[in-house]
């Protein structure tokens, strides 16, 4: 049984965690016992995570009893390669399937307000690689943002932009305004004629330049992909700028983030033209079973999107302004306080002189305060392990029916731990009665919208 130990090995995973792994499924009777394990582990997660932290990670929402339960439908044993179709899957049975896969994708098309939409992307992060493939080639020069200012792997040298042979010049942002320079971009675009500009941020607070920069680029045919993994929601529900209507070529977002579906990603466009690329894009190089439970529950979310949209993403931005402001006066400065903080679901604070983000993260947690570190614009991209940034969303506080007073109290919180240095153990039991006093997920069909 015992095979040999190999100490040396090399592991990028947490050695620890592994080897307490082993040392679980060791001291187990058999594989029963094994599985038994799996259980309790996520059984103690559902607990914590899901009914005594105040849950503040931008790109996390709880799905409505719904869409979670269509997460573990029948429907999700079944294999659909291909195009929605009798003749085009490679699989016979797919009757059904097609049903809701149509469902999905009309579902889609109607609250995204465009003319085509894809379902079958496991992760946003396979629609960017979608787009790449579909919209540029190997040794093409692309635009894109750097981390520090909000900008993703997936768009960067260490994802598969780069990963795919293409060449990065950055978009120039300006770190005061938290938006693209478009004077800079102007005068920068220009001399690398990128065939693609990729405008994704993590980090994002303020509407950017589309329509300037589509402009620019539009001169030499250059293409504008917009990758709203963060503001998707926002999006369809009205409460972002619409980048398609601005000039966007082609929209890929999570459906996890703000959107608050089941984790995974959705590709929108308008153009006829690059239909038949994007698509093939999608399959067969990027997607062969695509988890049709997934696509499901992503239709059900976008159903939940069409009747509740609107009221929930008005809800978590005025949240997070008002997590901001209060966050901001209570002493922790926050970016972006002379344009009104934020305007989407997200609030990011400078905790430089408490720390730095890690320190201030874990320091939270054990508050049952759940936030992440972050990197500043200030911040080079090698500090991402001791960035000097927090960033806290709004997405999950709202679901849950909190408000603007909740927002005050949970501020409140943050600043006796951070600011006044109160342990976190004695702020902990009111983080966790303020989560419990808010049993119950708002903005779906079961339970409709919280009382105003
Ligand atoms: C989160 C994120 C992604 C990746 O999305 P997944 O759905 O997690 O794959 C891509 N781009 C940006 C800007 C993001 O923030």
Redesign the pocket.
């Given at each position: 049984m015992n095979r040999p130990e190999r100490p040396n090995r090399l592991e990028i995973h947490d050695n620890d965690a592994l080897s307490a792994a082993r040392d679980l499924i060791e001291a187990c009777a058999d594989a029963r016992e094994m599985g038994q394990k799996i259980q309790e582990a996520v059984a103690r997660n559902a607990a914590w995570r899901g009914e005594e932290c105040i849950n503040l990670l931008a790109?996390e929402a709880p799905t409505s009893p719904t869409v979670r339960a269509l997460l573990s439908a029948e429907i999700g044993t079944r294999a659909a390669e291909g195009h929605i179709g009798k003749v085009n899957r490679w699989f016979a049975g797919t009757r059904h399937i097609d049903e809701v896969e149509a469902l999905c994708v009309e579902l889609l098309k109607k609250h995204f307000r465009c003319a085509y939409a894809d379902h079958r992307l496991c992760?946003?992060?396979?629609?960017?690689a979608v787009v790449y493939t579909a919209l540029s080639e190997p040794g093409d020069v692309i635009m894109s943002a750097a981390q520090p200012v909000?900008?993703?792997s997936?768009?960067r040298m260490d994802g598969p932009a780069g990963a795919m042979g293409r060449k990065i010049v950055d978009i120039p942002f300006d770190p005061q305004e938290l938006v693209v320079d478009i004077d800079l971009f102007r005068n920068i675009a220009p001399l690398v004629r990128p065939k693609l500009v990729a405008l994704?941020?993590?980090m994002t607070l303020f509407p950017q330049p589309v329509v300037e920069m589509k402009e620019v680029i539009g001169e030499w045919g250059g293409r504008l992909f917009f990758?709203a993994?963060?503001q998707l929601g926002l999006i369809g529900g009205g409460q972002f700028q619409d980048p398609l209507r601005e000039g966007a070529d082609i929209m890929?977002g999570?459906?996890?983030?703000t959107f608050s579906g089941p984790?995974?990603?959705i590709i929108v466009w308008d153009d006829p033209e690059i239909t038949r690329p994007v698509t093939t894009a999608i399959f067969p190089v990027w997607a062969a079973t695509h988890q049709v439970n997934r696509v499901a529950a992503l239709a059900m979310a976008t159903a939940e999107a069409l009747a509740f949209g609107e009221k929930l993403q008005a809800q978590i931005v005025a949240n997070a302004k008002a997590l901001a402001r209060h966050l901001h006066e209570r002493g922790i400065p926050v970016l972006g306080a002379h344009k009104g903080f934020t305007t989407t679901h997200q609030a990011i604070a400078d905790v430089t002189a408490f720390g730095r983000g890690l320190k201030v993260a874990q320091t939270l947690e054990r508050a049952h305060i759940i936030v992440n570190k972050n990197l500043l614009p200030s911040d080079r991209k090698e500090d991402w392990d001791y960035p000097g940034g927090l960033r806290m969303g709004t997405i999950e506080v709202t679901r849950y029916g909190m408000k603007e007073v909740e927002m005050a109290k949970i501020a409140e919180l943050i600043a006796r731990i951070v600011v006044e240095g109160e342990e976190p153990e004695r702020v902990r039991a009111e983080a966790v009665a303020l989560r419990r006093s808010f049993p119950k997920l708002y903005y779906c069909f079961e339970n409709g919208t919280p009382l105003a």
């Open positions: 790109p992760a946003s992060m396979i629609g960017n909000g900008g993703h997936s768009n994704g941020l993590s990758d993994a963060h890929t999570s459906a996890g983030k984790q995974s990603g």
